[in-house]
């Protein structure tokens, strides 16, 4: 579920970011701040239609409130994970992808280290639900600091029509991501 939901939070807009910033390194602050805006927005219009979703399963396949909480976790956990993948496209747009894989190694150890601590400490997968939200921000945070020393201090830029353009760029970035998920699986 959450991961079809990332899909459509996500719209595609990592690539256009990637590819525009690639483009025109100026642009890297626009581009990035106008994408993580944009990334929340979408994750609030589509809230309802999770909560919408998940009521009905709930009614239909009798989830457990520890389901629900997991699964709202993870819904929680888009937030930084949406910010990070923006920040990771920065970097590759600067041709410098091994500042993301280096975190994305230090993100999976910690996962895992936390992951199975959760395990041990009896939290099952409601506890694994927190882990991914906890590791999020962390990633998303080292990221950040990387941006800042290596690039720039991102600011708030906001631009609604240049916004509304990226939406118009990045839908069919996002339809051929959503279908090569869903013809692989």
Request: charged share 10%; net charge positive; hydrophobic share 55%.
């Amino acid at each position: 579920i959450v991961g079809y939901f990332e899909i459509v939070t996500n719209f595609g807009l990592d690539t256009l970011l990637t590819r525009e910033v690639a483009k025109d390194p100026s642009q890297g602050n626009r581009y990035l701040s106008n994408t993580a805006i944009l990334r929340l927005l979408i994750l609030l219009g589509v809230l309802p239609l999770l909560f919408i979703f998940l009521a009905i399963w709930r009614g239909l396949f009798a989830l457990s409130g520890d389901t629900m909480a997991a699964i709202l976790l993870l819904t929680l956990s888009l937030i930084p994970s949406n910010i990070s993948a923006a920040l990771s496209s920065l970097f590759r747009a600067h041709e410098k992808m091994e500042y993301p894989a280096a975190i994305t190694t230090v993100s999976t150890i910690l996962k895992v280290t936390l992951g199975l601590l959760a395990l041990l400490l009896g939290f099952g997968f409601v506890g694994l639900a927190g882990v991914s939200l906890i590791v999020n921000l962390a990633t998303m945070l080292i990221l950040l600091y990387l941006v800042i020393k290596i690039f720039f201090r991102p600011q708030l830029e906001f631009n609604p029509p240049f916004s509304k353009e990226m939406l118009g760029l990045s839908y069919p970035l996002m339809i051929n991501h959503l279908l090569a998920t869903l013809f692989f699986r």
